[in-house]
């Protein structure tokens, strides 16, 4: 089955500065990948996803990269804000619908 | 138009006892998925269900647990004879369309918290 891989699994950033988060994935079928941020004792919600057949994707502040070859994909945040702090998680799945396989997270904090 | 609704939040139940959770999809989605969190840790998939269908349970344990989407009515996601590793926030999903078009996302509801004593 898909394994999801998720790094770091904490990253500390000043206000302003950029947060880039890493996943990796081990199943070349999949082919569908959100990005879901939680805040404390709050549900999951959909910040971002991508598509395989797109190798970049951006909204404002947040950005996300695919690299199909090598089976890895990544979140980017820039301008960061204290509000961004929260756990992020990736996923992959065969394609948007199916069952989603997710990372561990990161949990992220932005300093004033 | 309501997100997805999750009910009870918490619940508490002593070994041995059972735990019925329960999940309204939001409104014209007919697919449901269940995911158990421990704490520190991400989401693992347990059981996606259509309407009065299991589609994929291969993430739920095959002893105590079991799970149903009728007709009518919110999806219920059950633990039989509850042990104190089943503590662990439950979290649906629900998705608008079929598996493979776009814009299928997944919306999650708020979760139960489980506690087992």
């Known amino acids: 089955g898909e394994n999801v891989e998720q790094h770091p699994s904490t990253l500390s950033v000043q206000e302003g500065d950029s947060a880039v988060i890493k996943c990796t994935y081990s199943?070349?079928?999949?082919?569908?990948f959100p990005w879901y941020k939680q805040e404390l004792g709050k549900r999951p919600q959909l910040i971002i996803d991508i598509r395989s057949n797109v190798g970049e994707k951006k909204d404002q502040r947040i950005a996300v990269t695919l690299n199909k070859t090598a089976k890895h994909f990544s979140l980017h945040i820039t301008e960061t804000q204290p509000e961004d702090s929260a756990v992020y998680f990736c996923?992959?799945?065969?394609?948007?619908?199916?069952?989603?396989?997710f990372g561990k997270g990161t949990s992220l904090l932005v300093t004033p | 138009n309501a997100g997805v609704m999750q009910n009870p939040r918490h619940l508490v139940r002593r070994r041995g006892q059972e735990a019925r959770l329960r999940c309204s999809p939001m409104?014209?989605?007919?697919?449901v998925y269940w995911y158990r969190q421990l704490p520190e840790e991400g989401l693992k998939f347990m059981v996606y269900?259509?309407?009065?269908?299991?589609?994929?349970e291969s993430g739920m344990p095959k002893e105590r647990f079991s799970a149903e989407f009728p007709k009518e009515g919110p999806s219920i996601l059950r633990i039989q004879q509850v042990v104190r590793g089943d503590s662990a926030a439950y979290f649906c999903a629900s998705s608008p369309l079929q598996p493979g078009s776009s814009y299928n996302e997944q919306f999650f509801g708020p979760g139960t918290r489980l506690t087992v004593l």
């Open positions: 269900l259509q309407k009065e269908n299991i589609i994929d």
């Open positions: 199943d070349s079928a999949s082919n569908y």
């Open positions: 409104k014209g989605h007919s697919h």
């Open positions: 996923a992959a799945s065969p394609n948007s619908g199916y069952a989603l396989n």
